[in-house]
């Protein structure tokens, strides 16, 4: 019998994407298991979340270590202890060490608002609406040292509408960034999606484009750039 796919979630805020997988698991719809949630900051709400499902947490403050490299290493010291075989960081605010990315290629994830490589970095419903673009939305990505940087495994696109502001656009965005994690995390936890060196591999061939969401929630792939 397989053992369920293991999942370290690492977060600095309030966790509503962890919270998305953890009712996804509840429900059935995600075989999986939170095993272990940890935060830079020890109030984050994203913390309680996880206690109350079971998971293994902890909270360490950055400004107790002398370095970033010193801070990470301790904090993958506790996230390896729980054996994931995928890191997500969803709404963790801190650029990862290249040592720790490097010894987990292929096995962290972030989700990003924006549809990269626009928009990097925070603020960026405000950044789309003052570039005056049309589409906007999220991307799942493998992480690298680079901010915002990785290669992008999948994207859910959402319309910039007359008089949108931050939070009306953040609003929608958020709506699809939750079915997007998950979609992204089944078809991980079923081995379809991998990283290849930098390369995305969807089913074992070379992913060119990012997947898509489509209306019904599914990724599918696309053959041009929307």
Not at 208 to 214: E, S
Request: charge should be neutral; include cysteine; charged fraction near 25%.
């Amino acid at each position: 019998m397989r053992r369920p796919y293991r999942i370290a979630v690492l977060a600095s805020g309030r966790g509503s994407n962890l919270q998305a997988i953890l009712d996804a698991i509840a429900q059935g719809s995600l075989d999986a298991v939170v095993a272990g949630v940890f935060s830079d900051k020890a109030d984050a709400p994203a913390l309680a979340k996880g206690r109350e499902s079971g998971a293994v947490t902890a909270s360490l403050s950055p400004r107790a270590f002398a370095s970033r490299a010193d801070y990470d290493e301790s904090l993958f010291r506790l996230v390896d202890d729980v054996h994931p075989d995928l890191i997500v960081c969803a709404g963790y605010m801190r650029l990862v060490s290249e040592r720790e990315v490097a010894a987990r290629n292929g096995k962290m994830l972030n989700i990003h608002p924006s549809l990269l490589p626009a928009f990097k970095g925070l603020r960026t419903h405000q950044q789309a609406l003052d570039a005056g673009v049309s589409w906007h939305g999220a991307s799942v990505h493998f992480v690298s040292p680079e901010l915002d940087g990785g290669p992008v495994i999948a994207q859910a696109r959402v319309p910039v509408l007359p008089g949108d502001n931050a939070d009306r656009l953040a609003q929608r965005v958020l709506e699809r960034e939750h079915p997007l994690l998950l979609a992204s995390l089944r078809l991980l936890a079923a081995g379809r999606i991998d990283l290849a060196g930098s390369q995305v591999r969807f089913d074992g061939r070379a992913l060119h484009l990012p997947l898509q969401l489509d209306p019904d929630q599914r990724l599918v792939e696309q053959e041009t750039t929307p």
